[in-house]
């Protein structure tokens, strides 16, 4: 077996062997592990005519663009030899390079034109959720972008997802529309059969949201989900104030750095919470849908905000217990937030590393698609008039910095081994001042006149683009384009 060219860190993972030439489902679930492993290399062998071939993919991540590479070798030894590298992540293209490797002979006529195309009116993708998770189904209808029907079915559900070039337009879920029956469908979703219909046109359109935006909400609402079964929340729970005396202030800022949901909506939430009312019956009275209710609720539960409590009956309710009972609840609850927060931070800075930075920019963007409330990026790196400074230098300037931006910013690496800040509710205009605070309180002890220096970028969404990579490009343009 064959090392191709991985680094010490990188893991290789091998399908099983196949007897025929790969098809475009073959392909497509390649590309689903792949995804699923990024930086790690996928390997798919079969054998034709006795001579065996491998093809691999691998998902990279350059300029925080993802990109599927693929390579095609003939052979699976020390002597195999590599006949085409591609770039893409268009499933059916590499479909057609792999079929021209093998033109139709009286030998290979009939593995290599099967009969499954003459299939596609009843369904050209078909399966079991089991063997295929609809994320990765997903997925593949996306990069293959494909035009139709997807359908699937349980004992107890059935849903329909239309598509327009791999682009989700319409959801329908049980009785539901929209994106509430995709989220439903996603969270429900463990099992099943699914089937492709690419001859069905979606009646009208019920989502307007980007796929990959939806994608990403509904794997948090998954989580959120998980965490409070794991609590014990049950439609008989009731919520539990763990602290009478909790000030407005307090509460803002036990939230601000947890899932963004608006504010004002916590409070009514937190403010109908009466340590008495069954969980089912809260949620009746304020009328919220299971993709707003679950982070809501998920952020007053890990906060320490609210306890739960499970019992059979509301009636059976206890008297609430005087804060220093509870205060034990509370710091296992906040022990456990401060580790989840800890293993998204750099221990050398004490602040966020790369990927959590990127992480906490996404759900920003989200957020800005369902309220359209802008936000500001802020990359920067330390300069000085020596050189490059010295760490403790680089230290104390990253101290003052945290001690600048408000608790509601969030702070983390980018590019390296630079800066970068979101600043939430923000205008490029308004964060200028940010940027004036920054250079100012540079210039004062412990550091000397002109001792630090800053490379600043400021970009912003929606007043200098509508989406991710040109807000970052935008970003690093400025940064390192000298004014």
């Not at 989502?207 to 409070?228: N, P, W």
């Not at 930075?357 to 000085?384: A, D, M, Q």
């Amino acid at each position: 077996m064959i090392k191709r060219g991985m680094t010490p860190a990188q893991r290789r993972h091998r399908l099983p062997e196949q007897s025929r030439i790969p098809n475009l489902p073959d392909l497509e679930y390649l590309y689903a592990e792949a995804a699923k492993q990024p930086g790690n290399l996928i390997e798919l062998p079969w054998t034709e005519n006795r001579q065996p071939y491998v093809l691999t993919a691998k998902l990279e991540r350059r300029n925080n663009e993802q990109s599927h590479q693929w390579s095609f070798y003939r052979g699976d030894d020390q002597s195999s030899k590599l006949e085409w590298t591609y770039e893409s992540s268009d499933v059916v293209m590499i479909h057609s390079l792999i079929l021209t490797a093998f033109p139709p002979t009286p030998s290979n006529t009939t593995p290599v034109e099967p009969q499954a195309p003459r299939k596609v009116v009843t369904g050209v993708l078909e399966g079991s959720l089991n063997e295929m998770p609809l994320p990765s189904l997903l997925t593949s209808i996306q990069s293959s972008r494909l035009t139709g029907r997807l359908s699937v079915h349980s004992s107890t559900d059935k849903s329909d997802l239309f598509f327009e070039s791999g682009v989700l337009v319409s959801a329908k879920h049980n009785e539901q529309e929209g994106e509430e029956a995709f989220l439903e469908l996603t969270l429900s979703s463990a099992s099943g059969e699914f089937k492709f219909f690419d001859a069905d046109k979606a009646p009208r359109k019920t989502i307007t949201s980007h796929t990959e935006g939806l994608m990403l909400k509904a794997a948090a609402l998954s989580d959120h989900t998980k965490y409070l079964d794991r609590q014990g929340l049950r439609p008989d729970s009731c919520l539990m104030r763990t602290n009478p005396n909790l000030t407005e202030r307090e509460f803002e800022e036990k939230l601000a750095r947890l899932v963004p949901v608006d504010m004002n909506l916590q409070k009514r939430m937190y403010q109908a919470v009466d340590n008495k009312t069954a969980f089912s019956e809260l949620l009746q009275q304020c009328a919220l849908s299971r993709s707003m209710w679950t982070p809501l609720i998920f952020n007053l539960v890990s906060s320490g905000i609210c306890s739960l409590d499970s019992r059979s009956t509301p009636e059976e309710a206890p008297q609430q217990k005087p804060q220093d009972q509870s205060s034990s609840d509370i710091t296992i609850d906040l022990a456990a937030l401060e580790k989840f927060t800890a293993s998204m931070t750099r221990k050398d800075t004490g602040i966020y590393s790369e990927i959590a930075f990127l992480f906490f920019l996404e759900h920003e963007f989200y957020r800005f698609h369902s309220y359209e409330t802008p936000f500001t990026i802020v990359l920067f790196k330390f300069s000085g008039n020596s050189g490059q400074l010295s760490k403790q230098t680089q230290k104390q300037a990253l101290d003052v910095v945290k001690n600048t931006v408000r608790k509601a910013d969030i702070l983390g690496h980018y590019d390296g081994d630079d800066y970068a800040l979101i600043l939430p509710h923000t205008q490029p205009s308004a964060a200028q001042g940010l940027v004036h605070r920054l250079h100012a309180v540079l210039s004062e002890p412990p550091f000397q006149q002109n001792e630090v220096g800053l490379d600043i970028g400021v970009a912003g969404i929606p007043e200098d683009c509508h989406d991710l990579i040109t807000l970052l490009k935008i970003g690093l343009y400025k940064k390192r384009t000298p004014v």
